[in-house]
């Protein structure tokens, strides 16, 4: 059975207070990957969602659907709350849409509300929620966490909270799960609409770059920008 060797996380009152069913918050990024890989070995079901920064970009639905094969699991697709803030507050947006968008009054979703959303949809109404979060990402996160990593009022855990980077890889390597190819064209998995995502995108995506320009009409502006800084040595 695969183990870290530094785990301080008790699985047992996971186990004891999900009825061993949780819902996972899931970026196809490397820590909730060993998240819902750790909580499987541990006998805990996953009930992963997705969300969609941008809808329905292929090369992120290509992927969703490649782990839901590798987990034999359905993966919850939603909008992403940032979807609507961005949507909001025009970015990226031409003068005659604003008015249109005023006018639409989008609402404005925080993570609690997709999240219970979700357990809504799924039937899990009083589960928790496991997050792939790591202190070791960041000495202001690691503060921010319970030290059990529990957090009872929002009902979430984090189960990898003691894991580092090469904890996670190791997990990935013992149970043969991939990476996915947001890696290899950002290095990390993709979560905004800066230059080092679109870019990639671009190039190699053209079709998804075309469904973010009808969100975003005047997202290249950001691509020029960085170019700008990379002649200028700016970037």
């Given amino acids: 059975m695969f183990r870290i060797h530094a785990d301080t996380f008790k699985w047992e009152r996971l186990r004891q207070e999900s009825e061993n069913v949780v819902l996972l918050s899931f970026s196809c990024g490397k820590d909730s990957l060993a998240t819902w890989l750790a909580c499987r070995q541990e006998g805990i079901k996953c009930v992963p969602y997705y969300m969609q920064l941008v809808p329905d970009l ?31 507050n025009d970015r ?15 609402p404005i979703y925080g993570f609690d509300d997709v999240s219970d959303g979700v357990k809504r949809t799924a039937g899990i109404e009083n589960s928790w929620q ?29 189960p990898i909270m003691d894991w580092r980077k090469d904890d996670v890889i190791a997990c990935l390597k013992n149970f043969k799960c991939p990476l996915p190819v947001d890696y290899k064209l950002f290095g990390r998995s993709f979560d905004d609409l800066y230059a080092r995502y679109l870019v990639p995108i671009q190039e190699h995506y053209p079709e998804d770059f075309e469904r973010i320009k009808f969100w975003y009409p005047m997202v290249e502006l950001e691509i020029a920008r960085w170019k700008m800084g990379v002649a200028h040595g700016i970037i």
């Fill in 92 to 106: 990226y947006q031409p003068p005659d849409r604003v008015g249109v968008i005023e006018q639409l009054s989008l």
């Fill in 58 to 88: 292929q090369f992120v639905e290509k992927s969703l659907k490649f782990y839901e094969q590798f987990f034999e699991t359905k993966i919850y697709r939603v909008l992403h709350p940032n979807f609507y803030r961005t949507i909001n």
């Fill in 130 to 158: 496991v997050i792939g979060t790591r202190k070791a990402e960041s000495i202001l996160r690691a503060k921010r966490m319970s030290k059990d990593g529990y957090t009872v009022k929002r009902k979430t855990a984090m």
